[in-house]
């Protein structure tokens, strides 16, 4: 039988019928979350912070949860919307198409690069490829707070009586870190969580500091080695830099990127081969080089 919670049109209960992990939080609970997103482009997101032992490229975020209907991957589901955002005082620190800027942003539509969803004995379990959705790397350094935000896309047109059976409804998870958020911009549910707020605060219910989740990842510990490469005749020097870095390649290049580890883009640009990184703080920073090969990235250090 579902469970009535306080806010209970956030929650539902799932029906009897229904690379290398780097991070991991197991189901507990057969009760879930609403994190989705309307036809229309509204929607209610949730979230929960990890943190990572070692620094690391992410490859997958897998999010787990269930739909009572039994019918999410052939008739609701469109796509998924997942960010990744730096902490701010125990909490994402920003709102998808809001304030703050993620690491991270991956809006997928059914079908495309990146996007998997498994219908599984307990649930549904959405599988974000992040190397496949995104051009760029993303890179989290250790013992940092990030939080992974999830919503489902659907071609659901309210929030009514049946969204716990028709949408997506995150299970709750291990507990770890800061308590998991949730955030209504529009207010559909009206409980004034237009910006992010405790998950367990709104339904009273302390299971729901932890939802459930896992990250995929390879270890990227900083060196100047290469991370990633498509086109083997392209490469960069010198590395470690203090100054300039040459890009030789025999294909042309058609456009260069330099983002630092937290994945925010760098002003830069290239002249002939070099690109000028004196105005670029001392650390570990990842480029993009694309031809008509393909992509390479690596890592280099700006002395």
């Not at 659901?156 to 716990?164: D, F, L, P, R, V």
């Not at 990842?217 to 490469?229: D, R, V």
């Not at 937290?262 to 694309?290: F, H, Q, W």
Request: glycine share 10%; charged share 15%; net charge neutral.
């Amino acid at each position: 039988m579902k469970r009535t919670l306080l806010l209970a049109a956030f929650l539902g209960l799932a029906s009897l019928n229904a690379q290398t992990t780097i991070f991991n939080q197991t189901v507990t609970s057969q009760n879930g979350i609403v994190a989705d997103a309307l036809a229309n482009g509204n929607f209610v997101a949730s979230a929960d912070d990890f943190t990572l032992a070692s620094q690391s490229r992410i490859t997958k975020v897998k999010v787990l949860g269930f739909q009572n209907a039994s019918n999410l991957e052939t008739t609701i589901a469109t796509g998924a919307m997942l960010y990744i955002y730096a902490d701010a005082a125990g909490s994402p620190a920003g709102i998808p198409n809001g304030a703050g800027n993620p690491i991270a942003a991956i809006n997928v539509a059914k079908g495309a690069p990146g996007y998997s969803l498994v219908k599984t004995l307990t649930g549904y379990t959405f599988e974000i490829d992040v190397t496949a959705a995104l051009s760029t790397p993303v890179v989290l350094s250790a013992n940092t707070t990030y939080w992974v935000v999830f919503a489902a896309k659907t071609n659901q047109t309210s929030y009514g009586a049946n969204s716990g059976n028709n949408g997506f409804n995150w299970f709750s998870g291990q507990i770890n870190g800061n308590g998991a958020k949730l955030v209504d911009p529009m207010n559909a549910f009206g409980a004034g969580a237009t910006n992010w707020t405790s998950i367990s605060f709104l339904t009273d219910e302390p299971a729901f500091d932890g939802l459930a989740f896992s990250i995929e990842g390879q270890n990227a510990t900083l060196g100047t080695q290469e991370i990633f490469s498509n086109v083997k005749k392209t490469t960069i020097s010198p590395n470690p830099t203090v100054d300039y870095l040459n890009v030789n390649s025999t294909e042309k290049i058609n456009t260069v990127e330099i983002f630092d580890m937290n994945g925010r883009k760098m002003n830069v640009s290239l002249d002939g081969n070099k690109i000028d990184v004196r105005n670029l703080n001392t650390g570990g920073y990842i480029i993009n080089i694309e031809t008509k090969e393909g992509r390479t990235t690596e890592k280099f250090i700006k002395k």
